[in-house]
């Protein structure tokens, strides 16, 4: 508790909020790309479908390089995986911009602007910061397994394995606040509009992810997200405001705009 609280305070310059967060840009950089391939191999690799896994690609790029995303720490290491998983049904980003749509998931989109709508909200999540957030959070409760898990290994090179193993087991079953999920769904429009997308496929996606809680499949998704008719209000609401505010511009503003959330 100590170690948290004397964490310092620090402002998203992206989303606008003060944040507790004991890693830096750079430092979640390097945590994302050292647990990407881990995280991979959970949800049985890369697809071997290569035209899909270029396709995805080519949308993620295309929401950084054509949004405000391009704006934060993380925007030149921006990176999309479509991962070979039929059955679970999930979506996830990694500290620093390694983010993952399984096939299951992605089998189920229809169109270009909805898979736009599933990487704009992980995209959310990276440059709001939340996995850092929530494993600040963490700590309070895993600091102490970590301090025997490091005795145990008696070497450096073991105590940062066990710090990365860890770390992706809170990554796998991370849930994130709230305002957290509205964040990112908010960015996500945002996204969405800059990047000249169709924003109300978000609104479809989550229709989708409503519909995949009720069959044979298990949503990890919904696992570790608020429900799907939860939110789509809060979208709708969103295009609305951003319409009318003129903040929907192609390209993005080049300055990375507030997208405050208060619990």
């Not at 796998?172 to 305002?179: E, F, I, P």
Request: no cysteine; net charge negative; glycine share 10%.
């Amino acid at each position: 508790m100590f170690k948290y609280f004397s964490l310092p305070t620090e402002k998203n310059q992206f989303t606008g909020r003060q944040q507790r967060l004991n890693l830096d840009a750079k430092e979640e950089i390097v945590l994302g790309l050292n647990s990407a391939p881990q995280m991979a191999r959970q949800f049985g690799g890369l697809s071997p479908d290569e035209r899909a896994r270029e396709y995805v690609a080519r949308v993620g790029a295309k929401l950084v390089n054509d949004t405000d995303a391009d704006q934060t720490p993380y925007g030149n290491n921006f990176k999309f995986h479509l991962l070979a998983d039929r059955k679970v049904v999930n979506a996830f980003a990694l500290p620093g911009g390694q983010i993952f749509i399984t096939e299951a998931l992605f089998r189920l989109l229809k169109t270009e602007d909805e898979l736009a709508g599933v990487l704009g909200h992980e995209i959310g999540h990276v440059v709001g910061r939340h996995s850092s957030e929530q494993m600040a959070k963490s700590d309070l409760i895993n600091g102490l397994t970590t301090a025997v898990v490091v005795g145990a290994s008696g070497e450096s090179g073991g105590m940062e394995a066990a710090r990365v193993a860890q770390m992706v087991g809170q990554m796998v079953n991370m849930k994130y606040g709230r305002g957290d999920e509205l964040e990112s769904d908010k960015l996500a429009v945002l996204f969405l509009l800059q990047a000249g997308y169709d924003p109300e496929a978000m609104i479809r996606v989550m229709e989708v992810l409503r519909d995949a809680s009720g069959g044979g499949s298990q949503p990890e998704f919904m696992s570790t997200h608020p429900a799907p008719a939860n939110r789509m209000e809060v979208i709708k609401a969103e295009i609305a405001k951003l319409r009318k505010e003129g903040k929907d511009k192609r390209g993005g503003t080049g300055q990375a705009p507030l997208v405050e959330i208060k619990e």
